[in-house]
């Protein structure tokens, strides 16, 4: 059983930066993927961001060269930087991980707002 606990959420102006942890109660070691979703009011929850357990990265067009995920196992936590925030960022994220025995495990999801 793994429980994620995300943190790090707020209300930024435009422009601003915001990083958000993903603390793991176990041993990330065992979690092959760890991600970060976000969902708009009104919208479908999306991928935003994704880090194998061997490093390798994915981004969502709209967040390439703005945001970056990383993950350090001595700390059971994944992060994720996001700079140059912009309106339509806002969102609730989550953060979600996927065990290598293939279980899903979700975090309750922080809420960013950024304001112009």
């Known amino acids: 059983q793994v429980r994620l606990v995300e943190s790090g959420g707020g209300l930024v102006q435009a422009g601003g930066s915001l990083r958000l942890s993903c603390a793991a109660s176990?041993?990330?070691?065992?979690?092959?993927?760890m991600d970060w979703y976000r969902q708009a009011p009104g919208n479908q929850r999306e991928l935003v961001a994704q880090i194998t357990s061997g490093g390798s990265t994915y981004y969502a067009d709209s967040v390439k060269g703005r945001f970056t995920i990383s993950r350090v196992n001595a700390k059971n936590t994944a992060y994720l930087q996001m700079n140059s925030l912009k309106p339509e960022d806002t969102a609730v994220y989550y953060c979600h991980a996927l065990h290598r025995t293939g279980h899903n495990y979700w975090g309750q999801g922080t809420q960013v707002t950024v304001s112009l």
């Open positions: 176990g041993s990330i070691f065992s979690l092959n993927v």
